[in-house]
DNA sequence: CGGCTATGGCTAATCGGATTAGCTTTATAG
DNA sequence: CTATAAAGCTAATCCGATTAGCCATAGCCG
């Protein structure tokens, strides 16, 4: 039907990308535009706005991260998923930290909506991790949201240099994961 | 020496109720303007514009923060002391959810900076915690990092409705409590 | 092959909020 | 009582987001 130009999905990728570059707070209708060499206005046939591109970035990034850290636990169990989940979220931030503040701010409605249920994966992974330590089910929900807390705690005062969280970033890290695991560990 | 009707802290704390009120989104100059009974550019006077009002906002509500943290803690010590902290800090975001928002972003620089002073009277206070369970100092860093990605976690999250964080709330809040507390007195 | 139509892009215009410039008032120090 | 500097105000500017409305063209159908 149309000329084939821009797709949608284009327009969010360019714009997670400007966001990693420059910072989220810089994220600017106008830039992308620019960076994807067009009009300002013409992005707005694609995305709904500034604020419906920030939602879909955020649905990206947590989307990408889901498949990360699926693919980074996948045939481990108990520590060793625990460790290689906690690596593979710190890498994801580190690398996109852009798209991941995205994610900070941005409201969460119900099932079916796409942020959601990509929220809905992520969780799922860390339950399964759980699952591997013998967390109980009506622990579960507990467990699940003090992960949920550490991790996107760690990831939030990462993003805005919270913690003068210098050299000893790794071990600071490495030691809170292993926190968890002892605590874990001593649960079931 | 002027006539004295509005002051930098009058303005820092209405924008900071304004802030609770609608919502650190809409945190805007007009409106805080309007509900000061002045014009807009009178506020340049008090404040160097939007961002530094953000920032001030930021380091009001560390600030306060960490008094209602130390209050709490007073002459308490193990256990009683990190249940006394958590529900402080709980009780204060629930309390002023556009406040903590303001801090969630915000920029810590180094020493002389107020806001990074104000988090390091925090970081004292869980310290303080931290060493009535037998914390190492040597492990004090990783132990308040930890900490620290916690709350502040729980409270990103909370802002962001990021859990459906429904009724059982408080009850996860208190297992993630509990749950550090059993992995300290693990610890020593 | 030629016209139809929906879509993606463009220019121009609007809107809204932040910020700046420059003037006016008035409390108060001296 | 007056000189002055802070605190307000109005008017103007800027800038980025958004909207309105027009133009070009790709793909499809006859």
Known sequence: MPRGRLTAADVVRAG???ADEVGYQDLAMGA?????GVRTPSLYKHVDGLDDLRRQIATLAVTELGEAVRA???GKAGSDA?????RAFATYVTA????????IGAEVSGPGDELYDASARVLES???ILRGYG????EMVHAIRTLRCLFHGFAALQSSNGFQW?????????????????????ES
Not at 82 to 86: K, N
Not at 166 to 184: P, Q, Y
């Open 16 to 18: 997670a990308e400007l």
């Open 96 to 103: 996109h930290p852009g798209r991941y503040t995205a994610t």
């Open 135 to 138: 967390v109980e089910e009506g």
């Open 82 to 86: 625990l460790a290689a989940f906690a």
């Open 72 to 74: 980074a636990i996948q």
């Open 166 to 186: 210098s050299d000893d970033a790794a071990e600071s890290f490495d030691w809170m994961i292993d926190f968890v695991d002892r605590g874990l560990r001593g």
């Open 126 to 128: 860390m339950a399964a």
């Open 32 to 36: 992308l535009a620019q960076r994807l």
